[in-house]
Structures are given as C-alpha cells and as structure tokens.
C-alpha cells in the first residue's frame, strides 16, 4: 500500500471475498501526508497519542505513527468506515484489536522499514516480518526454536538453505503465536511446521490441526520475508463488515424505545 491514499478498495474486497487481507507498506512513504495531516492526534487517538509524544528518536516516533495509522486505514476500509472511526485499543501484552468491532481480528508487525498488518474476520490472525538475510545461529537456537521433526529435516539441509529454512519457521511460529495472543508464553518446540509451511504439527511430526488454520510465508523482492497464520473458525458469515449493518436491526429498535423513555422520564 504505497500511501494513505490507498488503494483501499482492495482491502475491502479481500475481507468481503475471501474473509481475510494482508497489508505491507514502507513507513518512510507514509510521512510526508501522515505528519503533515492537522488531524493526526486525532487519527492515532488519545493512548496512541501520548506514546507518539512520549518517544523522543525521531525514527521511532515516524514509523510508530506510521504503523498505528495504517492500522486505522486498513480497518476502516475493511469496516467501511473513516480511519479517524476506528479506535484501536490493546490487550494485556500489547496486542492490539479493534474497539468495539470484534468481529475482526487485527495483527501488526514492523521491522526497519516495512509494516504489516493483517485483518481476519472469520477468526484470529497473525502476522510476523523479518530481514530475509538475518542470520539465525542454529546450533544456539535449535532446541528452545525447533520440534525434534523440524530438527531432522533442518539437519539434512546444507547451511545457506539451512538458516532460510529456520528463518522461515521461526516467523511462522512468531505469527501464530501472535494469533494466539500467546506470544512467547507457547513454548517453539511445542509445536512444529512441515516442509511446506502450511501445514501445524505436532513435535513428533504428526497433523496437529484439522484444517482450520492456513499458514504463508511471503519473500518479498526487497530483502524482506512474511508469514501470515490465518484462521478460519468456521462460524457462518455473510461476508458483510459494514458498521452501517452489523446490529441486529431489532436489538437496535429495543436500545432506541429504552432511550426514548429515559428521556421521557426525565422530562
């Protein structure tokens, strides 16, 4: 997404089509029409706000108002609201969700210059980013990272394909433990990822998930990876996210007749 000004009809049609959208931009094109806007406290909210002020590099300060504002856009067109609508609050550990509209699952990640955020309406959803290049160590990582199937299948790998494989893991695990609003709590090694990547496994190597997760990672041409963990609960939608139709018609009617008599009585 190459600035606030979208395009955001994409957005809302992956929500609306396939239930889900991944969103990735660079902070840095973000800045110029961000910092300039006259509303921006607005746009990022009031806890938002103070931790912008409260930052004093001035990188941190641009790519945190950056990442909180393409969350806001992003969820709005997948709400069909304006951004400065949407009020993202967080849970205890820093997750952040959608005030108000938990009716879709929200995820961000940032790294140096990227920023990613995933939306899921039809169950969680975790996003996670890395440097394509960075160089894992294995041999100090492998048993607090790895399942013992994982283990093998790295074992057999020549070292260059070695670290992008473990890379690959590690931002798979990342991801859906961030959808599981587990973050580090879930031990790495208690659960485990095929050669494929697409598929949850238990640490003997065995299906550990019936289907109701998908698992991507994503490299992108500019020395960046993505992996996305996307649930699908199967709870029945109509694939309508639209504020304007998400109250049920006749618990709005009781909620307007109750106001009407406060009023009544205070008069």
């Known amino acids: 997404m190459p600035g606030i000004e979208g395009p955001w009809s994409k957005v809302r049609q992956s929500v609306s089509w396939t239930g ?93 210059d990227l920023m990613v955020v995933g939306l899921n309406r039809r169950g969680r959803i975790g996003v996670d980013t890395e440097l394509a290049d960075r160089r894992i160590q294995y041999a100090s990582v492998e048993r607090q990272l790895c399942t013992p199937a994982e283990r093998e299948l790295l074992a057999e ?21 961030k959808a599981l609003g587990q973050g580090m ?17 238990t640490p003997d190597g065995r299906q550990a998930s019936r289907g109701e997760w998908s698992f991507g990672t994503f490299w992108l041409p500019d020395r960046y990876l993505v992996s996305v963990a996307c649930q699908d609960s199967g709870a029945e939608s109509d694939g309508d996210t639209s504020v304007d139709t998400m109250l049920d018609e006749g618990f709005l009617g009781e909620v307007v007749d109750l106001l009407s008599r406060s009023e009544n009585k205070g008069q």
């Open 157 to 177: 790998l020549p070292e260059p394909a070695r670290e992008r494989e473990l890379l690959r893991i590690w931002t798979l695990k990342e991801a859906y433990t």
């Open 185 to 201: 709590r879930l031990g790495f090694n208690q659960f485990g990822f095929g050669s494929d990547g697409t598929s949850l496994l």
């Open 20 to 112: 889900h959208a991944v969103v990735h931009a660079y902070w840095q094109e973000w800045l110029p029409a961000a910092l300039a806007d006259p509303e921006l406290r607005n746009l990022l909210g009031s806890r938002d706000w103070q931790r912008f002020s409260g930052l004093s590099d001035p990188e941190a300060r641009s790519r945190f108002a950056a990442s909180r504002l393409m969350v806001r856009y992003a969820a709005g067109a997948a709400l069909h609201v304006p951004p400065d609508s949407v009020e993202l609050a967080y849970k205890p550990g820093g997750r952040p969700y959608l005030r108000g509209c938990d009716q879709v699952d929200v995820s961000l990640s940032h790294t140096k």
